[in-house]
């Protein structure tokens, strides 16, 4: 099987590629258009000269080749100075090859008749580019999105125009395939808004209350529609919140830890009673598989952790694996539209055969653990990545 896996070199996609490749004879084909969250050095270890790609058009070919030792991105990136910098920070250590888009698809079949894996450094709003690569895989795994909520507050344009505009491209060109097997759309818990005592099931409404979360109901609303209305075999995805290594580093259990081994403050929403349903990330890959095995075309399913916490034994938590002080904590003033619980029933899904194999209190620890030996993954994003630390000192230095 060849899988297109949009956003596979962010968190999520980038861990649901390595247990695909580790667990399976599959193909993957990873579209990324390297945003901020995007880090080719989680997928390093599958990167050679051969299967970089950066798509490109006749146009702009002899200007991009004049420039590739910047390691640009794209004709418009030229006139950027700015996107010029964080794409050569993205692509620093690797040798990317520039093909034109209408040669992509015949290029990747090359690639794949000696090797598992390609790369495509290109972005999922290019509808162009989405239909070279749909009609040459036989499931889409759809990860790519912007997912931070306080991003989404601060400046929600982007959140809108991949969301919403690249989901929606990506099934236009999924509904123009003859061959495509799945759309498995990857979608939120949060689209449901905020909890009570009631776990939401997969039939009740959606309420989203920020940005984000509006962002992605639009999506999983899109992908449902184009299987009603053009039969594209859509099947959603609703998990809660994920945790594991390669979280970028903005997310609460990353920037608590390496806060504290930096002996900084921690800063908490509230009073931090806010609770979250934590599930595994290699969870959240095992159930996809499910989804791709055994997934009913037009269905959504939830997918749960069973491991709620509140987000300060979460912060508390961190600092005893750390062995800093509680006096790191700093309680500063809640977000805008703070949602205080998700909750959701993922009964489907375990009739379908899914299970957490192993306890929260191991995973978590596990997951603060990897942070604290693999310093120099984070610390080259804290230091080279300037979009990142713009936005960290935006958002926090006024609360």
Do not use: C
Not at 156 to 170: E, I, P, Q, S
Not at 203 to 215: E, G, H, K, V
Request: glycine content about 4%; overall charge negative.
């Amino acid at each position: 099987m060849i899988l297109l896996v949009t956003g596979g070199a962010g968190f999520i996609g980038s861990n649901f590629v390595k247990h695909r490749l580790a667990n399976t004879n599959d193909k993957i084909i990873v579209l990324d258009a390297l945003t901020y969250a995007g880090v080719l050095d989680n997928l390093k270890e599958f990167l050679d000269d051969s299967n970089l790609l950066i798509p490109t058009y006749q146009h702009d070919l002899k200007l991009i080749e004049k420039h590739i030792e910047k390691n640009v991105f794209s004709f418009e990136s030229l006139k950027d100075e700015t996107e010029s910098k964080r794409l050569s920070f993205k692509f620093e250590g690797f040798s990317p090859r520039y093909i034109e888009t209408e040669n992509i698809s015949g290029e990747i079949e090359k690639i794949l008749a000696n090797k598992r894996f390609v790369f495509v450094a290109g972005n999922i709003v290019d509808s162009a580019l989405d239909e070279e690569l749909i009609k040459i895989s036989d499931t889409v795994v759809h990860f790519a999105a912007e997912s931070h909520v306080d991003r989404s507050i601060f400046n929600a344009d982007a959140f809108v125009k991949t969301d919403v505009y690249g989901t929606y491209a990506l099934l236009e060109a999924a509904r123009k395939s003859k061959n495509l097997k799945k759309f498995i759309h990857i979608s939120t818990d949060e689209v449901y808004g905020q909890a009570t005592d009631k776990p939401f099931k997969e039939t009740d409404p959606l309420n989203p209350r920020n940005p984000y979360s509006a962002s992605k109901a639009a999506a999983d609303r899109m992908a449902y529609a184009y299987f009603q209305t053009y039969n594209v075999p859509v099947v959603i995805a609703r998990p809660s919140n994920n945790f594991g290594p390669f979280q970028y580093p903005e997310k609460l259990i990353p920037v608590m830890t390496i806060n504290a081994l930096k002996d900084e403050p921690l800063p908490v929403y509230g009073n931090g009673r806010q609770r979250r349903d934590w599930l595994y990330v290699e969870d959240t890959a095992r159930a996809i598989d499910l989804l791709i095995e055994k997934g009913k075309i037009g269905e959504a399913y939830n997918i749960a952790g069973h491991n709620e916490r509140e987000n300060i034994f979460i912060v508390e938590r961190i600092l005893d694996i750390t062995k800093k002080p509680k006096t790191l904590i700093k309680h500063v003033e809640d977000r805008p539209g703070h949602d205080v619980r998700y909750l959701i029933d993922d009964t489907k899904i375990r009739e379908l055969g899914f299970r957490q194999e192993r306890s929260f209190e191991e995973l978590f620890d596990n997951t603060v653990k990897w942070y604290i030996q693999n310093q120099a993954w984070w610390e080259k994003i804290s230091r080279m990545d300037e979009e990142y630390k713009a936005f960290m000192k935006a958002w926090y230095e006024k609360r």
